[in-house]
């Protein structure tokens, strides 16, 4: 499986932005599909956003038009750009590669939105 590591997370105040970022060990990397989680205390991990191999992107209701995927393959690294960040963004962020019936997750970078 393939190894994630992340990076980008910090305090930022409400209405910044951040980018988080992911590098994965292996040139696979290419046809994983790539996705961002979170989990905030006491609650249960969610899908942030997800893009594919081909480059079809989804995300959760509450980040659309305010945060972006995106990957570069030649640097095997996915990328999430979060723009006018909420309290409500303060979580856990987790990297993951999915490919058939594998998971790979990485060990998650802390982003926290407060004043």
């Known amino acids: 499986q393939v190894q994630l590591v992340e990076s980008g997370g910090g305090l930022v105040q409400p209405g910044g932005s951040l980018r988080l970022s992911c590098v994965a060990s292996?040139?696979?990397?290419?046809?994983?599909?790539m996705g961002w989680y979170r989990q905030a205390p006491g609650k249960q991990r969610e899908l942030v956003a997800r893009i594919t191999i081909s480059g079809n992107t989804n995300y959760a209701d509450s980040v659309k038009g305010r945060f972006t995927i995106s990957r570069d393959n030649a640097k095997n690294t996915v990328y999430l750009q979060m723009n006018s960040l909420l309290p409500e963004d303060t979580a856990r962020y987790y990297c993951?590669?999915?490919?058939?019936?594998?998971?790979?997750w990485g060990q998650g970078t802390q982003v926290t939105v407060s004043s």
């Open positions: 993951n590669g999915h490919l058939g019936q594998y998971d790979s």
């Open positions: 292996e040139r696979r990397f290419i046809i994983y599909t």
